[in-house]
């Protein structure tokens, strides 16, 4: 990986660059399986290794493929950067060492959720657990920070209304193979998107992991058919108010309790039983991730495509 | 890799974390600051999962008989994290696309020169005022 | 739990949840109402809450359901409170203005969705500053960030979006450090909450992790904060933007980076240990000085009346910072009271600013000329708003930098206290300068019809101006409070 890292430095070729960055989450991924972080896995193939790359070669598409020589001495910043870095390992030689089951981490509020997790909440994984219920203020943070990225994106680059080229056109030229490879695969990835987004309680995955592969699936069709047809099923000047929509969600089941007496988010307003509130409240926020997630992550890509195949 | 003992896990993070970092600093294609920035949050990332590890401990997804966990905090926050990061490389590449289209490049250099060409078109005098873009670099 | 108890959430929610129903009606006009109204109402909110706080103590306030440190705990004591009636104040007089401003300066497709980021703006920050939770400010900074760096690159000028791509690397970065120093801190303790953080800390002070992590923390703060020398974001961010973007901005988003440094500084590590054990007194004083008079004298020099007054941004949270370095009741009280202070003259000036550029298309200072006579209400506001900037008396900024002066004297500093005032003759000259283009110089051009600005925009101005008037007379409630939180805040470390 470090490797990885210094070519990534040393390349002026910035398509290679951004295939060497997808190179790297991926292994990045690997290893955050490895430190039993199944859920972080899946995201950062997902997004780092898919969505993000994505989207860099969508941009270097309008921008260009070289970057030119650098002019100026790198003396100084690798003065700075040689002394962040000294900091962060002086930093951690008073660190517990890894994987000690004594370190305060795992020493002090987390036991809670290990322990009383399952019953509290109700559900297997405790990921999700802590994610959608115990920390659930900062889940719905991250969704308002996703549609935030949508706003931003859709204020930069305005919203294209409905097909401007012909249907059939692709990206890629006409292939075949490829087309009949992915319409196979189509119905698949959705499927498994669904399955993704509802069995978040028990196995890894929830909803930003499903709203990716959703959209994967969509932009995988606009690659290969052309534009046309992905934007008549999900037209571009509805995706962000169904993004909005998805927001309001979350916020909405959290106002529920609050207007139930209850503090914001604590779904065990939502039923009689508090465990099965807490069921219920997880997968209606997740629902509402989801529905955010693909939304933004599709409406980015039209927005950046869009912008490339108009010039 | 995690077998491996001690502090050794943390070091790699912490030079990947300085060579996406570098990128950011060094480099003046504004395309590749971004591939930089997210390389320095993703080895942010290794560094706080790596914090949850507990040795010999399994996922943090309920099964019989398996007794040891590792934390499933620092999962969630780095899924949140990740979002995060994912968000500011749109938003960034978002304006590095209106930025090329604003000003045909996407080097810092050029870009500064023309932003140098425009305060002078504005203010009629040449200006004794220290260019501002004067970043860090 | 009755609708009162839901206070301390509703003053974040009601801009978050108005955000994505802005881009579901997708109207500019009522998506203006909306934004109007959710403001207002917050900043009702935030009135209340620091009556609350004044009355009974700090409130908590336990999202989800779950008690701290397990789940999010909200907490609002003065210091909060008081950050939140400041910037929810400020939001809800540059609201009113926005409404022509805005309908001149953006394309009328987007302007729902310009007031959707302005109010996430709105929300991340009143967030940061209500949340007792040291990760939830990581995310609420990063929903603020994103939709501020979206609402300047709106700026009509090309150099907008440059200005906004700096400081969104500035600003990840600095994000990415406050991430890393959170993690430190999260290794060495293993909790999030910041009231467990600081009772846990003290045990493992000693330790060259949390040192690191509180150095971290401090850099990537300082990024945020545009602390002398890590500022260079600043002035062209601020000059490029849309006008009521400017004003919102600079009233607000740099006070609750002063904010967090004074929470994370004095109540997480303890001023024990960060500016006593930690040679961060001596730092921030001298980054302090530094970053006013730098930062004032470069905006003596400028021809863009919005960067000059970007620059004199730069110098006034030096003149915060060097009040927390002091490190004393009276200095960090006169950092507080500099933080509203500062918040009312910048927001009147940015505001008045505005409404010159609504009508003449300018903020150059050679379009200034002759200004004085036909846009008399706005030029004099501006005139006011930069008085109270230098501190004289009877403005508001007379008030913290006597303070300041006095924080100074009390520490045997009295080189500082002469540094201060070099300062403030900095900002008589650069005031003059406008003031002297304004109302002494003829027009270059033969003078096209310019007529004063809407009563919309004249309104939001002098309720600014009069603040900082009233403030600067009536010392008894910002001193007194900012006395309060000071007290609260040394107590609790302590």
């Known amino acids: 990986m470090v490797l990885i890292a210094i070519a990534a430095i040393r390349l002026r070729d910035l398509f290679a660059v951004v295939i060497l960055f997808g190179v790297y989450s991926l292994m990045t991924a690997v290893l955050f399986m490895d430190l039993d972080a199944v859920d972080v896995a899946f995201t950062e193939a997902a997004v780092g290794a898919g969505v993000t790359t994505v989207l860099m070669l969508s941009t270097l598409h309008l921008t260009g493929r070289w970057e030119r020589r650098p002019r100026h001495s790198p003396m100084l910043s690798l003065l700075v950067v040689t002394v962040t870095g000294a900091a962060l390992i002086y930093g951690t030689l008073d660190a517990p060492r890894l994987g000690d089951p004594e370190a305060p981490v795992h020493q002090h509020v987390a036991p809670r959720y290990l322990e009383q997790g399952p019953t509290e909440v109700g559900m297997p994984n405790l990921v999700t657990a802590v994610l959608a219920s115990y920390r659930g203020y900062d889940t719905f943070g991250e969704t308002v920070v996703i549609f935030t990225a949508g706003v931003a994106v859709l204020l930069l680059l305005g919203i294209r209304e409905g097909p401007q080229t012909k249907a059939g056109r692709s990206a890629i030229g006409d292939q075949i193979v490829l087309r009949v490879v992915v319409k196979a695969l189509l119905p698949l990835i959705l499927l498994y998107g669904l399955y993704v987004q509802f069995h978040g309680d028990f196995g890894a995955g929830g909803g930003f992991q499903a709203g990716v592969i959703f959209a994967t699936g969509f932009v995988l069709y606009d690659l290969v058919f052309g534009e046309g047809d992905a934007r008549l099923v999900v037209p571009p000047r509805w995706l962000h108010r169904l993004a909005a929509l998805g927001v309001l969600l979350y916020g909405g089941v959290g106002l529920w309790s609050l207007f139930d007496g209850k503090a914001f988010l604590d779904y065990s307003a939502l039923a009689h039983d508090p465990v099965h509130g807490q069921h219920l409240g997880v997968l209606l926020v997740e629902l509402g991730v989801g529905i955010t997630v693909f939304s933004i992550v599709l409406a980015i890509f039209f927005a950046l495509s869009g912008r490339g195949r108009r010039a | ?137 | 739990m009755s609708l009162l108890d839901h206070f301390p959430v509703l003053v974040v929610l009601l801009p978050l949840m108005a955000a994505p129903l802005c881009v579901l009606i997708d109207r500019p006009r009522l998506a203006w109402a909306l934004s109007l109204a959710v403001s207002w109402l917050s900043l009702a909110v935030a009135a209340s809450l620091l009556f609350q706080v004044l009355g009974s103590g700090p409130i908590s306030y336990r999202l989800g359901g779950w008690p701290p440190p397990w789940g999010i705990e909200y907490r609002i004591d003065l210091l909060s409170a008081y950050v939140l009636l400041i910037v929810s104040a400020i939001a809800a007089v540059v609201m009113v203005f926005a409404y022509h401003s805005v309908a001149a300066e953006i394309a009328a497709d987007r302007i729902a969705r310009f007031y959707a980021a302005l109010l996430l703006v709105l929300a991340g920050l009143l967030g940061i500053v209500a949340t007792g939770d040291a990760f939830n400010v990581f995310v609420f900074l990063e929903i603020s960030s994103l939709a501020s760096y979206a609402v300047i690159s709106m700026g009509r000028d090309r150099r907008a979006l440059h200005a906004a791509f700096q400081y969104l690397v500035m600003g990840t970065i600095g994000a990415t450090f406050i991430l890393i120093g959170i993690g430190f801190l999260y290794m060495m303790t293993g909790t999030l909450n910041m009231q467990d953080l600081a009772d846990r800390l003290p045990a493992v002070s000693d330790t060259r992790t949390v040192r690191v992590g509180f150095a971290f923390l401090t850099v990537g703060i300082g990024l945020k904060l545009a602390l002398f020398p890590l500022h260079l974001w600043l002035p062209n961010a601020y000059a490029y933007a849309p006008s009521a973007v400017t004003a919102f901005l600079a009233a607000t988003a740099t006070k609750v980076a002063v904010y967090v440094l004074l929470r994370f500084l004095l109540e997480i590590f303890g001023a024990d240990f960060s500016l006593r054990a930690m040679p961060l007194d001596l730092i921030l004083i001298l980054l302090g000085l530094a970053g006013a008079l730098s930062a004032s004298l470069v905006a003596v020099f400028q021809e863009d009346i919005k960067r000059m007054l970007a620059y004199s941004s730069v110098a006034q949270i030096g003149y915060m910072v060097l009040g927390i370095g002091l490190a004393s009741p009276t200095g960090i009280s006169a950092a507080m009271l500099h933080l509203f202070n500062h918040a009312l003259m910048k927001g009147a000036l940015f505001l008045a600013l505005g409404a010159v550029a609504y009508r003449i298309g300018s903020v150059a200072l050679r379009d200034l000329a002759g200004l004085g006579r036909r846009m008399p209400w706005s030029m004099a506001a501006i005139v006011l708003g930069g008085l109270s900037l230098i501190g004289v008396p009877p403005t508001a900024g007379f008030v913290s930098k006597w303070y300041l002066v006095l924080g100074s004297l009390e520490q045997g500093l009295w080189p500082v206290a002469l540094l201060i005032l070099l300062g403030s003759l900095l900002a008589v000259v650069y005031i003059w300068k406008l003031v002297e283009t304004a109302y002494f110089k003829e027009p270059q051009t033969a003078p096209v019809a310019v007529r004063e600005a809407p009563l919309s925009m004249l309104i939001p101005v002098w309720i600014l101006v009069a603040a900082n008037l009233y403030f600067g007379l009536h010392t008894e409630i910002s001193v007194g409070v900012a006395r309060q939180s000071t007290v609260q805040l040394l107590g609790v470390a302590g």
């Open chain 2, 1 to 137: 890799m995690s077998n491996l003992p001690g502090l050794y896990n943390y070091w790699i993070a912490v030079c990947l974390m300085m060579a996406g970092f570098y990128i950011v600093i060094s480099h003046g294609n504004l395309v590749k600051k971004l591939v930089g920035l997210a390389l320095f949050q993703t080895s942010v990332f290794i560094f706080y999962i790596s914090l949850g590890k507990v040795a010999d401990g399994d996922a943090p997804i309920v099964t019989p008989g398996v007794t040891l966990y590792s934390n499933p905090l620092p999962h969630v926050l780095i899924l949140t994290a990740i979002v995060v990061g994912v968000a500011t490389t749109a938003v960034g590449l978002a304006l590095v696309v209106r930025i090329y289209e604003a000003y045909g490049s996407v080097e810092e250099d050029e870009i500064q020169v023309l932003d140098g060409a425009d305060d002078d078109a504005n203010e009629g005098t040449t200006s004794l005022e220290e260019t501002p873009e004067a970043d860090r670099q």
